[in-house]
């Protein structure tokens, strides 16, 4: 979609994420895009003349004219705008479009290396502060907060693991839980998966947020609210810790895939939607595909990857066969090189020493499925 910013006409924005990045210089669209496909939730937006050919792929919007026609629409439309665009062209920017701190968007602007990030408006009560802490860490940045009253030092609920990929199953219960934490009410945080390095502070959580083994033991406790972290899917009996609870997805899941010459998506799409099902496991927790070099430019595999925004990693069948496998094939070695392709491809990516499927064999399709233990 290509936006023709004019003085006096509305933009028509689709708005699929929370928060919007713009850029508006080359090495700026290099950056913006880098944090658009690490960090969910967010739209992109920058101008046509930089387009690569994907835009459409990926859900980026172009714009032509001044970025600063786009700003009112973003200022209706998002929670949060970040902005690779200097300082002081930004400030001059938005000063038309303030009304107030409870109804301002977070803006945070990145200077064009990516070396810092900067809150610039709403920073607590439009998380503007948190914003920023969340994406200098996914940039390796030095964050930028000058507020004076930054002391709350807790939990953004819906950041929650956003520099890590992960996502949220329903945004239903951002705002209560969100309303949890900061108002110091009892709070219980079940991490089954992913990332375990999520809090940043040099001190410790706060004495309301307490960490819990299972989802049963949190709700013996009787807490206010909760966050979930897990890739599977909960049991009828855990469903009550989500009545003021956000379920969030970190990206675990491996799926080790050999397919026969040709296999279309469909099929493929079909096995990995079956055998998820089975295992009980979230679609929104896979983060990667792998197989086999030889099936590099598989059509298949390209578009399933590509349309789940999964990272597609290929072996050679001498890293393959270095891998210890339970289930090794004569077959499968006198077609491939390998022993095996969906096992120890699984294997290899994750890190895992067993998996949560070894192998299953259904049509032209085999696949592996492991998760990325932390």
Not at 76 to 95: D, E, N, P
Not at 188 to 205: N, V
Not at 362 to 373: F, Q
């Amino acid at each position: 979609m290509t936006l023709v910013l004019e003085e006096g006409k509305q933009v028509s924005l689709e708005q699929t994420g929370t928060y919007a990045i713009v850029a508006i210089t080359k090495h700026g669209v290099e950056l913006a895009r880098h944090l658009h496909n690490q960090f969910s939730q967010t739209d992109l937006f920058y101008m046509s003349k930089f387009e690569r050919g994907d835009e459409q792929r990926r859900n980026i919007s172009l714009f032509e004219g001044n970025v600063r026609l786009l700003l009112p629409s973003l200022f209706r439309t998002y929670k949060g705008i970040i902005m690779i665009v200097s300082l002081g062209a930004v400030v001059r920017m938005i000063a038309p479009l303030l009304k107030d701190k409870k109804t301002d968007p977070a803006v945070v602007v990145i200077d064009d290396k990516g070396q810092h990030v900067i809150s610039v408006l709403s920073g607590h009560l439009g998380g503007a502060n948190e914003l920023t802490r969340e994406v200098a860490e996914l940039l390796g940045a030095a964050p930028v907060i000058t507020t004076a009253s930054d002391v709350q030092k807790t939990i953004a609920v819906d950041l929650f693991g956003s520099r890590f990929g992960w996502t949220w199953e329903s945004a239903d219960k951002l705002t209560p839980v969100s309303a949890s934490v900061v108002n110091e009410e009892q709070v219980a945080i079940i991490q089954e998966s992913g990332e375990r390095d999520w809090w940043q502070y040099d001190h410790p959580l706060p004495h309301t947020i307490k960490m819990y083994s299972t989802i049963e033991d949190a709700l013996e406790a009787k807490p206010n609210a909760a966050l979930v972290v897990t890739h599977r899917k909960l049991k009828q009996e855990e469903q009550p810790i989500l009545n003021n609870g956000v379920l969030y997805r970190p990206k675990v899941i491996v799926l080790g895939i050999g397919c026969n010459r040709g296999t279309s998506e469909e099929e493929i799409n079909k096995v990995i939607q079956t055998t998820l099902e089975e295992l009980q496991f979230s679609i929104k927790s896979v983060k990667a595909i792998c197989s086999i070099d030889l099936k590099k430019n598989e059509e298949g595999l390209l578009s399933i990857t590509d349309k789940n925004n999964w990272e597609f990693i290929c072996y050679s069948a001498e890293e393959l066969n270095r891998t210890l496998i339970e289930d090794p094939s004569e077959t499968v070695f006198k077609f491939t090189g390998a022993y095996g392709v969906s096992e120890p491809a699984a294997k290899l990516y994750s890190g895992a020493n067993t998996l949560s499927l070894v192998k299953k064999k259904s049509g032209n399709v085999t696949i592996s499925v492991a998760v990325i233990p932390y």
